[in-house]
């Protein structure tokens, strides 16, 4: 199975909100902060496909779960209609 990756400021479909990455020799530094470029601490992170989740998580390599589940049927007291409501709705009780 595929692990689940943390996205890089290397990755292609990276940007930065500030438009402060600085691509040097072995990594990304970042002109705002002076240091290193860190996706999972940084809120100017961003992923051109919208794939970024929190912590720097790359959602290009999550899988989907899903839950097939029936909607519950909320059954609760009848109420009672007259006049202009009924006529419009044309039932006597409405659940």
């Not at 989907?64 to 709705?89: F, N, Y």
């Amino acid at each position: 199975m595929s692990q689940i990756k943390i996205c890089s400021p290397t990755c292609n479909l990276f940007k930065c909100g500030k438009n402060a990455a600085i691509y040097r020799r072995d990594s990304v530094w970042c002109k705002w902060t002076e240091d290193k470029c860190n996706v999972s601490n940084c809120s100017y992170a961003l992923c051109v496909k919208r794939r970024l989740l929190p912590r720097g998580v790359c959602g290009e390599s999550v899988k989907r779960k899903t839950s097939e589940s029936q909607p519950e049927e909320v059954a609760g007291p009848s109420i009672k209609l007259r006049g202009r409501a009924l006529r419009k709705i044309g039932e006597k009780e409405l659940f």
